[in-house]
């Protein structure tokens, strides 16, 4: 879906609608526009539109003049759609209005499609979502269940991939979403490259808890931080939870309850997350046999690593190598 020709980037088509949030429609622009190869050209171009062009209302105290109208989408090989709080019958309703139908129905067969946070009620108004896993801010998902019964939402999560449709939650998990997309489509160097550039975390997996109770920590309390930054410099070395915790000088069930207020996942899933970014790392930027990268990463095993990346990505080490350094032997 990511591919493109050596001489044309892949377009990517905001939809701006009325009443929409600035922050998240600049969202796709920073992350895709910042995304380069090896020789500094653009990897993606990025065209905002609106069912009718000419100004867009947002919901805060100004507008935005909008050049393009819907005949953009028919050029898209990605549609993104960014929350709006006026969606209109959309919302109330679950259907299009007669003027978004028509926008949408330019869209090619096959474009990939993009919900930020509340732009998942369109997708889903559309029957882009049904019968298929989508997920949209926590505080919407049980309104979105209600209106689309066939959709199967799952309120927990940062965002959805499901191959072609892919929804996010709110605001920030827009961004994660958008990384995922260009990690998916260029590889880790690649979205590390635009998340260092957006002086943002590069990879937050999409099943990571989009609402955490108590994202930091009360006053006088300790962080994981230290633990986290000493765990991401001996990946390659066992690593137990006792390990972890006595870095914070606290017991192991303190320490995990802990690092799941502040993180959203548990200790041994963060592991997990941090050694497929590093094995994916070097399987792209480096000419490690796959055990070497198994090691290094802390997987232990070529087995071992075979079996995780299967489980996070569905492809073998071998073949995510080819994917983003084809001259490469197979290792």
């Not at 006792?242 to 192991?252: F, G, H, I």
């Amino acid at each position: 879906m990511g591919e493109t020709t050596p001489h044309r980037p892949h377009r990517v088509a905001v939809l701006a609608l009325p009443g929409l949030l600035p922050f998240e429609l600049g969202i796709p622009h920073r992350i895709f526009g910042r995304a380069k190869d090896s020789e500094g050209r653009p990897l993606y171009e990025i065209v905002t539109c609106a069912v009718a062009a000419g100004p867009v209302r947002t919901d805060a105290d100004f507008a935005i003049q909008v050049e393009h109208g819907p005949e953009a989408l028919a050029t898209a090989d990605t549609v993104v759609v960014p929350a709006s709080y006026e969606l209109g019958p959309v919302y109330e309703e679950g259907r299009l209005t007669p003027e978004l139908a028509a926008a949408l129905a330019r869209v090619r067969p096959g474009t990939r499609l993009v919900a930020i946070c509340t732009g998942g009620y369109v997708l889903a108004a559309a029957g882009y979502l049904d019968g298929r896993p989508a997920t949209t801010h926590w505080a919407s998902a049980d309104h979105f269940q209600r209106l689309f019964p066939t959709v199967r939402v799952d309120a927990d999560v940062l965002f959805v991939d499901d191959g072609d449709v892919l929804t996010s939650a709110g605001v920030a998990a827009g961004l994660d979403l958008c990384l995922h997309i260009v990690r998916r489509d260029h590889g880790a160097a690649v979205a590390n490259d635009v998340a260092r550039r957006t002086v943002v975390p590069p990879h937050r997996d999409g099943g990571q808890a989009q609402y955490i109770a108590r994202p930091v920590p009360d006053a006088g309390t300790q962080s994981t931080t230290a633990a986290r930054a000493w765990a991401l410099a001996h990946l390659h070395e066992p690593i137990q939870l006792r390990d972890l915790a006595e870095r914070e000088a606290t017991s192991v069930r303190t320490f995990t309850r802990r690092f799941r207020d502040e993180v959203g996942i548990s200790p041994g899933q963060w592991l997990t997350q941090q050694r497929i970014e590093r094995a994916r790392h070097l399987l792209e930027t480096s000419d490690l046999p796959v055990d070497r990268v198994a090691q290094d990463s802390g997987f232990g095993t070529a087995q071992s690593l075979r079996v995780h990346l299967m489980t996070a990505i569905g492809v073998t080490p071998t073949a995510y190598r080819r994917t983003f350094r084809p001259g490469l032997p197979a290792g």
